[in-house]
């Protein structure tokens, strides 16, 4: 059984494919559901999308930890050519930057719930809206590491392998 875990497939991965990106997208779309929900809460009054956010905001807050674990992981396995580095570095370091930005925001909404659960400051709101910016920098460096620069796609893993890319 040890075997099974210490080869590596055709991605170069122990495991049939990443993980990484499954558990991302779950954060991704969390924090932009709990913005929108924010928004919209804050304009009808609705209190109860309020809870909805904050929710969202709780979970993904777990779930960007867990991502960058599997992330981290995937990473070291990838072994990026040199023109794949500079993009993977950066990848890495908003990815880790973002785990510490949304886990503040998540605590400061926890402060603004038990203070007032039915009003969101404007500040809050604001900060929402740069955390969706950050994120969507984030999906655009992640899409290019699998799209132009094909990290874990078969051809790369191959060609890094028989030394064509380096």
């Known amino acids: 059984m040890l075997e099974f875990f ?13 993980i990484h990106p499954i ?10 559901f709990a913005f929108i929900c924010d ?12 809870e909805v956010s904050w929710w969202n905001m709780f979970l993904a807050t777990i779930a960007i930890f867990v991502a960058i674990i599997f992330g981290q992981f995937e990473a070291g ?17 908003i990815g880790w930057s973002l785990s510490g930005i949304i886990a503040a925001i998540t605590a400061w909404r926890y402060v603004i719930r038990l203070r007032n659960p039915y009003r969101l400051p404007i500040a809050y709101l604001g900060m929402g809206l740069v955390l969706a910016v950050i994120v969507g ?20 893993v191959e060609a890094v392998k028989d030394g064509i890319l380096r």
């Open 6 to 18: 210490t080869r590596l497939n055709d991605h170069n991965l122990p495991y049939p494919d990443t």
């Open 23 to 32: 558990i991302v997208h779950f954060v991704i779309a969390m924090v932009l």
């Open 39 to 50: 928004v919209i809460g804050y304009f009808t009054s609705n209190h109860r999308l309020f």
């Open 77 to 93: 396995l990838a072994k990026p050519y040199a023109l794949a580095k500079s993009v993977l570095s950066m990848h890495t370091l």
């Open 137 to 156: 920098m984030q999906v655009y460096l992640g899409d290019q590491l699998v799209w132009v620069y094909g990290l874990h796609t078969v051809p790369v």
